[in-house]
């Protein structure tokens, strides 16, 4: 079965600066998506980003962009610039590229934005 | 572009007693998913339906979780009777078709506190 770690339960960062939020993964397949989803206090899950294993480039959107490690099984989220409003719970999440299957998410990141 | 729309948005009930939960997907989508969000993890899914037939619902507890999509569009999860382990978040999302390339939009959740 598949499964989605993310190891830092709460980070934080200065408003304007960089962080990095981690996520690794396990899986016997080779082709998969894995997203990264925004879900603000009180407010509904959004997707952030979303990379498809087959692409060895690394996704970008805007202020967001991912450093996929396929080998690594990693995937970590980079925000940039960091501003109030990207204060939010991040959930990791991966799914098969074909059929069914489901979403699996990571258990979060809190992540708190200083002023 | 209406979003997902859920109801009600919150729900205070006693173990044991009954209740129910209403998704209305966006305009055209063909796949619905209810997710359960417990506090400190990521959500879960319990029963995804393609049209009005169920796709996957391997994780929902049937002995007490029931759901149902009527017509292809609405759906309604129900509790029957509730344990105080039920108390999370139901998320109900949607997308135009099953394959992972299709992004999923999550509605803004119903939370439900058995006491």
């Known amino acids: 079965a598949q499964t989605v770690t993310q190891s830092q339960p709460e980070m934080s960062v200065q408003e304007a600066e960089t962080v990095t939020l981690s996520c690794t993964y396990d899986t016997s397949e080779s082709d998969y998506y894995l997203f990264w989803y925004k879900q603000p206090p009180s407010r509904q899950m959004i997707l952030v980003i979303r990379?498809?294993?087959?692409?060895?480039q690394n996704a970008t959107e805007n202020r967001f962009s991912v450093n996929f490690q396929k080998a690594a099984k990693s995937f970590s989220l980079k925000i940039s610039d960091s501003q109030l409003g990207d204060a939010a719970m991040y959930f990791c999440?991966?799914?098969?590229?074909?059929?069914?299957?489901?979403?699996?998410f990571g258990k979060g990141t809190k992540l708190t934005v200083n002023p | 572009e209406a979003g997902v729309a859920q109801s009600p948005r919150y729900k205070i009930i006693e173990k044991r007693q009954s209740v129910a939960f209403w998704c209305n997907p966006i305009?055209?989508?063909?796949?619905l998913y209810w997710y359960q969000q417990i506090l400190g993890q990521g959500p879960k899914l319990l029963i995804q339906f393609q049209n009005n037939g169920v796709v996957d619902d391997s994780q929902l507890p049937k002995d007490r979780f029931s759901a149902e999509r009527l017509k292809g569009v609405d759906s309604t999860l129900k509790i029957q009777p509730a344990k105080l382990e039920d108390s999370a978040v139901y998320l109900c999302a949607s997308s135009q078709l099953t394959s992972g390339r299709y992004e999923q939009y999550f509605g803004p959740g119903t939370r439900l506190t058995v006491t």
């Open positions: 990379q498809e294993a087959y692409k060895q």
């Open positions: 999440a991966y799914r098969r590229r074909d059929g069914s299957e489901k979403l699996v």
């Open positions: 305009s055209g989508h063909a796949t």
